[in-house]
DNA sequence: ACCTGAACACCGTTCAAGT
DNA sequence: ACCTGAACACCGTTCAAGT
């Protein structure tokens, strides 16, 4: 089990992979990624224990297209490229991602990407104690984001005032109705992902700040640095500049 | 179609949420659904026009386990409570969970859900067109949450430091390696998550200032008022209280 | 109005066998 | 070392029929 051919083991996945892309993750069935490769079904049990397992490895060949940030980059830039790059898999292979949450992070593909949000919060200058549950609040959004973009969660069925009104007496959805201009608006979900993921950041440079540990010096390109606090998640929503009040 | 009897609908559901809870999401088949009715499995198509309805249905017969939070209550207690409710649901039915993130929120219940948050975020203060993405974001924090939880995303092939190293060349993973004592400390979710959500909820309170309307007199029990920060973000690991940056 | 029976085109997986 | 064939116990769904 252990030594056959890695390369084939490495074909099967990429199969899977494709017929996921193609079809649907319902379609990935044993017998039709064995088919794509001309193979009994069979065969593929010599590589892989059950299908589950299979599945597995489809994540992570799926992460693998995760490229590396640049090196130089700031912790900031390294996260918001990873943040990217998750939503750019996240469109290419839309049946897959769901799985995500579904099977924990064992890959190694998965396990480099949280290294490298470690690594960029530790050089935020988060203390040590507190890096690993922020990357877990933080890889929370990003694939939760991913998936509800994708997935439908936040899909017309979602948003559309008009039909969820069809469905229940206007009188039992207050809040829907005092919001119901806001609630057909056309949303531009790359602007709001951003701008929630800069709040992000913003709140993980106000906690570094907090542990007194010296952020490395890094001017935040997109605006005047210095105001770590929760401004970003307000950005696209088409409030002027105020004054702060946390600040 | 219609018009076939709402409680023989309503015992096909609970069959099959009853299925999912003692043997996983997997085993609910229309022929074990129908079969725990004693019934053939054509018989809930006069019900169902597929597979996945009937699960939409499940989704929504889960949801509406969450118990509607006390008239009178803040809006901070009211996001806290229905996270915790969400929470507790995620608990009875973690195999169903995951389906949240997959199929559109369209059951009536899931509606009330969100028409309560939105009316939480209006009586928090917040500004009438911020509202729909802010809650768009909490939900995401909270069943992205929940997912991980129940679903093994954080579970221990995740955190278990050995094992990872066992499978990549330390080398490979450098911010794993300065973390090591802290990856394998045993986690509290629940105070992680309660410890989040206020972070959450701090900063709503301070958008909700930003914005100007008057937020709803409403000291925090949990804590002196008066402090709409990041904060809370922090607490739970172990850094005493220091002085706030952001003040 | 509500349900059944038979049939079709699929599944994952085991076991034994082939080269 | 790598793969196949036959078989088992399942699927979702269509169609026609029953009462």
């Given at each position: 089990m252990?030594k056959?051919k ?5 074909e099967?996945v990429d199969?899977?992979?494709l017929v996921a ?7 990935v069935?044993m017998?039709?990624?064995a088919?794509r490769?001309?193979l ?5 049990y010599?590589?892989f224990?059950?299908?589950?397992e299979l599945?597995d ?5 799926m ?8 090196t ?5 830039e390294t996260i918001?490229h990873?943040?990217?790059e ?5 469109r290419?292979?839309?049946?897959v991602v769901?799985l995500?949450?579904?099977?924990p992070?064992?890959s190694?593909s998965?396990i ?5 949000l470690f ?5 935020a200058g988060?203390?040590p104690a507190?890096?690993?549950r922020?990357e877990?609040?933080?890889s929370t959004?990003?694939?939760?984001y991913a998936?509800s ?5 936040f899909s017309e ?5 008009r039909?969820?009104r069809?469905?229940?007496?206007p ?9 119901a ?5 056309p ?13 992000f950041?913003?709140i993980?440079?106000?906690?570094a ?9 890094e001017?935040?390109p997109?605006r005047?640095?210095g105001?770590?606090?929760?401004e970003r998640?307000?950005r696209?929503s088409?409030?002027?500049s105020?004054p702060?009040p946390v600040r």
């Amino acid at each position: 089990m252990r030594k056959l051919k890695d390369s084939r083991r490495a074909e099967i996945v990429d199969a899977a992979l494709l017929v996921a892309a193609e079809q649907g993750i319902k379609a990935v069935s044993m017998r039709a990624v064995a088919a794509r490769l001309g193979l009994t079904p069979m065969a593929l049990y010599g590589y892989f224990r059950n299908k589950d397992e299979l599945l597995d490895a489809v994540i992570g060949r799926m992460l693998a297209e995760i490229s590396r940030p640049a090196t130089g980059l700031g912790w900031r830039e390294t996260i918001l490229h990873l943040a990217a790059e998750v939503r750019s898999v996240a469109r290419r292979y839309p049946t897959v991602v769901p799985l995500l949450f579904t099977r924990p992070a064992v890959s190694p593909s998965a396990i480099m990407v949280i290294d490298l949000l470690f690594d960029a919060l530790l050089r935020a200058g988060v203390e040590p104690a507190r890096v690993p549950r922020m990357e877990r609040m933080i890889s929370t959004f990003i694939i939760g984001y991913a998936i509800s973009e994708v997935g439908g969660r936040f899909s017309e069925g979602s948003l559309d005032t008009r039909s969820r009104r069809a469905q229940l007496h206007p009188d039992l959805l207050p809040a829907h109705q005092l919001l119901a201009e806001h609630l057909d608006a056309p949303v531009d979900w790359d602007a709001e992902y951003q701008a929630d993921l800069d709040g992000f950041l913003d709140i993980v440079a106000a906690l570094a700040a907090r542990d007194r540990r010296e952020p490395i010096a890094e001017p935040r390109p997109s605006r005047p640095p210095g105001r770590p606090d929760a401004e970003r998640l307000s950005r696209s929503s088409g409030a002027g500049s105020r004054p702060d009040p946390v600040r």
